[in-house]
């Protein structure tokens, strides 16, 4: 007989490329919010391939957009002009909410952060970086130096010189029992205070998720990078907001998550939703910041034609269907769902989010032990149930929901009630 994929999978691919599920999926299609897996059976997507197909599958205008652009050329580099990376540079610009924004794209969010890096640490000529405990910001060797989570920080070995400050995790953090302002106003002291006790005081920037997305989708509360801002801002730290997960209105309230803070970030980075699941990300900065190096740079395949095609076809999209508007509504749907399970069960220590990024952290009943185990039943259950969901959290205990934004009602109801099911029964 011959071998299965999974075999296939795991003789030829890293073993640290994890896969979810004892018997992993293998999804082949896809409409709206519904995928169909290689036996046929389908599923409600609630992790939208890690928050990335932000419109859903198949989109027709997306698709179009990708085959017509297909059909003309596929590639053709930076080293020429093109009209539609500069159309969809102009777009972000503007929306991106950064005065005389420059625009660089990558292929990853990844690639994106380690732009924004190559960028703070040559503007302000150090090589040392803020960062927040349990932050994720991609797999690229600089990437990994800066994310707070050691399952998926594999070496110590840095160029960087990090130091990581409190943020917005609070079940776990020595601050929990303070309420919004107090809370703030400790991350706030615990940040002049590493600044002064671990950094050489020229620190060049504070990098920071809004929402933390592999960490859990921990929310600091508002305003809180606001409130750090001044600390930076006496001393010309660059805060870069890494907006990979909470970009393009996924959070509901707000086009970016940055805007829940009240400050305007010096650089942000992009990803995953832009292009509905073609890789495009990229780097917005103020033109100087941008313009600093003083060596040439270029990404091969950075604002690629059928990446950009899918971008601006995707940004349309969001715009013109208000997905950032049904994201804040279907989000409230969800959380009157999820949130009375915190006092019902006694394994959900905390339910948490914002718009379609809602984290549910699993723990041993009576206490806030994380249990990764019982996480992993649950996800588990939730796929008995016709329901795709993700996982993540410092501990990988953490059940992640966050389908495309245009997820209707009638799906949020029924793949809330299969999500509750599975919760109340594992
Ligand atoms: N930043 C954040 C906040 C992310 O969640 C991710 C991916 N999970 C990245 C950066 C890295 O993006 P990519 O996987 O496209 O390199």
């Excluded at 005081?201 to 305003?223: K, S, T, Y």
């Excluded at 997960?245 to 970030?265: D, I, K, N, S």
């Excluded at 508007?325 to 949130?339: P, S």
Aim: with cysteine; net charge negative.
């Amino acid at each position: 007989m011959a071998d299965s994929l999974l075999e296939r999978t795991r003789r030829t691919m890293p073993k640290w490329m994890g896969l979810f599920y004892e018997q992993p999926l293998e999804l082949v299609s896809g409409r709206g919010c519904i995928v169909r897996d290689s036996n046929g059976r389908e599923y409600l997507d609630f992790f939208a391939g890690i928050l990335t197909t932000i419109a859903g599958h198949g989109v027709p205008e997306i698709v179009t957009a990708v085959k017509e652009q297909a059909d003309r050329l596929l590639h053709t580099s930076t080293l020429y002009l093109s009209e539609s990376m500069v159309a969809l540079a102009e777009e972000i610009a503007v929306l991106s909410g950064i005065p005389g924004a420059r625009v660089f794209f990558t292929p990853s969010g990844s690639e994106a952060n380690d732009a924004a890096l190559l960028l703070a640490t040559s503007y302000r000529r150090s090589n040392q970086i803020l960062a927040i405990r349990n932050s994720y910001h991609g797999r690229s060797f600089s990437a990994t130096a800066i994310t707070g989570n050691r399952s998926w920080s594999p070496t110590s070995l840095s160029g960087l010189a990090v130091t990581f400050v409190h943020g917005g995790y609070r079940l776990r953090s020595p601050f929990k029992e303070l309420g919004d302002r107090e809370y703030t106003a400790a991350c706030v002291q615990d940040l002049r205070d590493l600044i002064d006790i671990a950094t050489a005081g020229d620190v060049a920037c504070l990098i920071a998720e809004p929402i933390q997305g592999v960490g859990g989708f921990a929310v600091p509360p508002d305003g809180f990078f606001g409130a750090m801002k001044p600390v930076l801002d006496e001393r010309g730290i660059l805060f870069i907001s890494d907006e990979v997960q909470t970009g393009w209105g996924r959070t509901g309230e707000h086009f970016w998550g940055y805007q829940a803070h009240g400050l305007v970030p010096d650089l942000l980075t992009f990803a995953k939703g832009v292009a509905n699941g073609m890789p495009l990300a990229g780097v917005v900065a103020r033109r100087e910041i941008m313009d600093c190096l003083q060596a040439s740079s270029i990404s091969t395949f950075g604002g690629n034609p059928l990446a950009v095609a899918a971008g601006r076809a995707t940004i349309k999209v969001i715009r013109e269907r208000g997905l950032q508007q049904n994201a804040l509504e279907r989000g409230r749907e969800l959380r009157a769902l999820f949130d009375p399970l915190a006092d019902r069960l006694p394994h959900v220590a905390e339910v948490r989010g914002k718009g379609l990024m809602i984290g549910v952290e699993i723990v041993a009943p009576g206490g806030l032990e994380p249990d990764a185990a019982r996480a992993g039943a649950v996800l588990e259950e939730c796929r008995e149930r016709g329901v795709l969901v993700g996982k993540g959290g410092l501990y990988g205990n953490v059940l992640r929901i966050a389908p495309p934004l245009s997820i209707t009602s009638e799906e949020i109801a029924r793949g809330g009630a299969a999500i509750v099911a599975a919760l109340e029964q594992s």
